[in-house]
């Protein structure tokens, strides 16, 4: 009697699995089929793609049938630079667009990316990762898919997906490798108007004595010979922009921007504080110390703070402290330097801030803006 049971329980178990086995592989089947539908094989989509009714919506306002479908060979954009040089602005200025979405800093790439890079370079965790299995191949695969899920997933969909997070930098040549179709966008700015904003502002950054001027100034250094040694490396890859040159001529740098990245004209970046906090338009976090900056037209208010602030010894010592500012077109002697002329727009811009900001002026007020002004023209 047990044994017949035990048989019985056996066939019922056998038939059981069966039916799972070919339950499971019909749903594969299904899996294939709408992957070969909706894209390439090995492409990565959204899980609305296996199995859901979830449709995406781009920010053209066209409503897909299909899946936003996303991969490795996609034409990503990474915006980066020392923090306080502008990347702040370029990416709002490119979230303006239609076509493409930024969005705020994730915080979490340049951190994956730095701890990558402390694997290679370490031989010991190298030799330890190659006997696990865990090789360069896996690791690439793995940032692969962790980043891309990022980017795509923290905000809207777009025809031109965009990162900006500062030193992800970095990592450019990586990138670079990893995302063979990425473009990379520099953003340089001189590096004293950088640190003085760091310092003045209080914005903490790993590894930057913020009581120092002589500290910032050479980490600053340091940070941006990386990412200018890469940039130029891949010079048909990354475009070095200069944020003095972008505020003083946003028309013109936006224009070669945009043909850089392959992206098609609209005058909408140039007045990206219009499309603030609206559908499609610059979405801004409340926690990045930029986002007070960024709501106002192109100006040319903080192109000059610096001056006068700086202690006399690092200003001696400025060419040694930082010889990137040399490299980079800055004359490390100039107080107060020489950027360039505005274009009218911007110094319109400039003037109506002024007004909104401090009001009817008088007495010595006005005398100094007016010297302001026929300075930069």
């Avoid at 969005?103 to 330890?128: D, F, N």
Wanted: aromatic fraction near 6%; include cysteine; glycine fraction near 6%.
């Amino acid at each position: 009697m047990i044994g017949k049971l035990k048989q019985n329980l056996l066939v019922a178990c056998l038939v059981i699995s069966s039916v799972t086995v070919f339950y499971l592989g019909r749903h594969a089947m299904e899996c294939h089929q709408r992957i070969e539908e909706h894209g390439q094989l090995g492409a990565i989509l959204p899980l609305s793609a296996l199995g859901g009714s979830m449709r995406t919506t781009l920010r053209t306002g066209q409503n897909l049938s299909m899946p936003f479908v996303y991969n490795k060979d996609m034409p990503l954009i990474f915006i980066g630079g020392v923090p306080r040089s502008g990347t702040t602005l370029m990416r709002a200025m490119l979230d303006a667009h239609p076509e493409v979405r930024c969005g705020e800093e994730t915080r979490v790439i340049p951190r994956i990316l730095a701890m990558k890079q402390m694997w290679s370079r370490s031989g010991r965790e190298k030799m330890r990762l190659d006997e696990a299995g865990v090789t360069d191949e896996v690791l690439d695969a793995a940032m692969q898919a962790f980043l891309l899920e990022i980017i795509v997933k923290h905000g809207e969909p777009a025809n031109f997906l965009c990162n900006k997070d500062p030193f992800a930098l970095k990592s450019l040549s990586y990138l670079a490798k990893i995302f063979p179709r990425a473009k990379f966008v520099l953003m340089i700015r001189d590096g004293r108007a950088s640190v003085h904003s760091m310092i003045s502002r209080k914005v903490t950054i790993a590894g930057f004595d913020l009581g120092s001027y002589r500290d910032c100034l050479t980490k600053w250094n340091r940070a941006i010979e990386t990412m200018y040694s890469q940039c130029l490396v891949a010079a048909d890859k990354c475009l070095p922009v200069h944020y003095e040159q972008l505020v003083l001529h946003p028309e013109k740098w936006m224009k070669t921007l945009l043909k850089f990245l392959d992206v098609p004209w609209n005058d909408a970046v140039l007045r990206h504080e219009e499309l603030i906090g609206k559908a499609g338009g610059v979405s801004l976090s409340k926690v990045e110390r930029s986002t007070d900056q960024v709501i106002k037209p192109v100006n040319v208010e903080a192109l000059s703070k610096w001056v006068g602030k700086i202690p006399a010894d690092v200003v001696r010592d400025m060419a040694v402290i930082a010889p990137m500012l040399s490299r980079l077109g800055y004359d490390p002697h100039a107080n107060p330097p020489n950027y360039g002329r505005p274009d009218p727009k911007v110094l319109d811009n400039t003037r109506r801030q002024d007004t909104m900001i401090d009001g009817v002026k008088c007495g010595t007020d006005v005398q100094q803006d007016k010297k302001r002004d026929e300075s930069l023209v």
